[in-house]
């Protein structure tokens, strides 16, 4: 069972920024491309970010593209996501997810594609 847990979340006025964080633990990190997604009350999970299991390719959603950053470091299990410029649409609980690559390439878009989700962390952008 793999376990995903976020931190870095808290309140930064528009135009800040906020790292966070998915600490990994209970599989093989390596062998999962890892996800980003957020929830803004009464709205459904979008997708934020993903990057394969090596950290060489990284997808983003149009929305944060240029502004937002995903990265892994695999030898301490973990992923982060670098939010600079943020804006208050980008208020929401964000997530990180995680689903077995087999191909080398795979990443999804869908949360439920994914095998693994953490708690959640608040993150608030303030006007």
């Known amino acids: 069972q793999v376990r995903l847990v976020e931190s870095g979340g808290g309140l930064v006025q528009a135009g800040g920024s906020l790292r966070l964080s998915c600490a990994t633990s209970?599989?093989?990190?390596?062998?999962?491309?890892m996800g980003w997604f957020r929830q803004a009350p009464g709205k459904d999970h979008e997708f934020v970010a993903a990057v394969s299991w090596s950290g060489s390719t990284t997808y983003y959603a149009e929305s944060v593209k240029g502004r937002f950053t995903t990265s892994r470091d695999n030898a301490k299990n973990t992923v982060y996501l670098q939010m600079n410029s943020l804006k208050p649409e980008d208020t929401a609980v964000y997530y990180c997810a995680a689903v077995l690559d087999y191909s080398g390439s795979y990443y999804s878009v869908v949360w439920d594609d994914y095998d693994y989700w953490g708690q959640g962390t608040q993150v608030t952008v303030s006007s």
């Open positions: 209970g599989g093989t990190f390596s062998s999962y491309t």
